[in-house]
DNA sequence: TAGATTGTTAATCGATTAACAATC
DNA sequence: TAGATTGTTAATCGATTAACAATC
């Protein structure tokens, strides 16, 4: 296996659709697949899925294919699924109690373990069995409990602030739904941004000039 | 400017970022700017900047800039915000609800005009100050107010019978929440798939092997 | 005119695809 | 052994960066 810093980021995109793909053939029964089978069901190159695969190692068996089961178990060890992370939810609106309640984080190698809101008109209240905390609390929480990864979905605009705290308290991964990018605003943390509003742009011009 | 189909994925994709930083400078009174500076303030080259804004056409002037108002302008129309596209939402369980509730569909180029849920449990309740409508009353609804977008959200495996028929109804652009992708599977839709799951996995791998 | 900065071509870099020897 | 399919190298393709002439 290649060193894991020196993988290319398009390739580390593609692996959770490869996981995707191998967990539905699992349930159908699939025991063995070729790269070429795989390559057509899912729409790619049976040479890119075998360089993809050869960046972690030799997975396959010349002559045969893959096995579907140990390379489920391949690509959960590489994603890092069984690892539970405590993380922290960071915003309690429309958006952050929706992303709470709809993704199943255990099988994802996280664990939600607190909400914050800076706004108290939340304070209290209950999202996915956890209560919702103010910020007052953040500091003595991250103390006792060590989350080590926060979900961002603030409206503000003092999202800077709430990273550059976080980071103080020892949180270093970021998934960030606000509007402003914090890739490389601090070094040495780790971000993945989403901003919906960049994707649904997208699609309009894609719509609208396609 | 080029022919839009020509323009790549990759710049399609900055051109939304483009337009962040741009109405951020507008909001702090900035009237001009050049490649260089706005390179230094998004993290990205001047030459890219300059490449990409050429794909639409000469928007600078040689010695001086770009003017940041008619740039935003530019941007606007390429991606087609200013055309308000009727969508519907299918599915309105916690992202659902998350999503209609938290965007400003109105600056983004479309207009959510009605959210259907296989799941009667759902019929009526209100979301955004509109009803959930139950499956039954799809197709009168499209033949009627003629949506031509849709948000998926549903939970189900059920999303190519989805598409399917929301295709024949009309619909040929899809913002895709699933677990399934559904690039290709129709030929001449517009997709954007958005998987979150797949988002949390990278970060996963990112934090667990950077 | 001199200085600055664009628009655009050329060079570089990285990612994808093709080809094939290794081998099960 | 013959057939199949991987692992890996080489070729191609596309995207990014650098360079510079055009021009405001």
Redesign the pocket.
């Known amino acids: 296996m290649k060193d894991a810093k020196t993988i290319?980021?398009?390739?580390i995109n593609r692996i959770p659709k490869y996981y995707r793909f191998l967990c539905g053939l699992q349930r159908n029964g699939t025991q063995k697949i070729?790269?070429?089978e795989l390559a057509s069901l899912m729409g790619?190159?049976?040479?890119?899925i075998?360089?993809d695969?050869?960046c972690f190692g030799?997975?396959?068996?010349?002559?045969?294919?893959?096995n579907v089961e140990s390379l489920i178990n391949e690509m959960s060890d590489i994603l890092g699924l069984g690892v539970s992370v405590p993380m922290i939810l960071i915003g309690a609106g429309n958006l952050g109690r929706g992303i709470a309640n709809s993704l199943d984080f255990g099988k994802l190698g996280f664990e939600l373990t607190a909400i914050f809101d800076s706004d108290r008109m939340f304070t209290g209240l209950k999202v996915r069995g956890l209560p919702v905390r103010c910020f007052d609390e953040l500091e003595e929480f991250c103390a006792v409990n060590r989350p080590r990864a926060a979900i961002l979905c603030e409206q503000s605009g003092e999202v800077r602030e709430t990273v550059l705290k976080l980071t103080e308290l020892g949180i270093h991964t970021f998934w960030n739904f606000t509007q402003y990018d914090i890739d490389d605003v601090f070094p040495g943390i780790t971000v993945e941004n989403v901003c919906l509003s960049d994707s649904l742009m997208t699609l309009s011009f894609r719509m609208k000039n396609g």
Chains 1, 2 share one sequence.
């Open positions: 290319s980021r398009a390739v070729s790269s070429g790619v190159t049976a040479s890119q075998r360089q695969f050869n030799g997975f396959g068996q010349q002559g045969y294919g893959y």
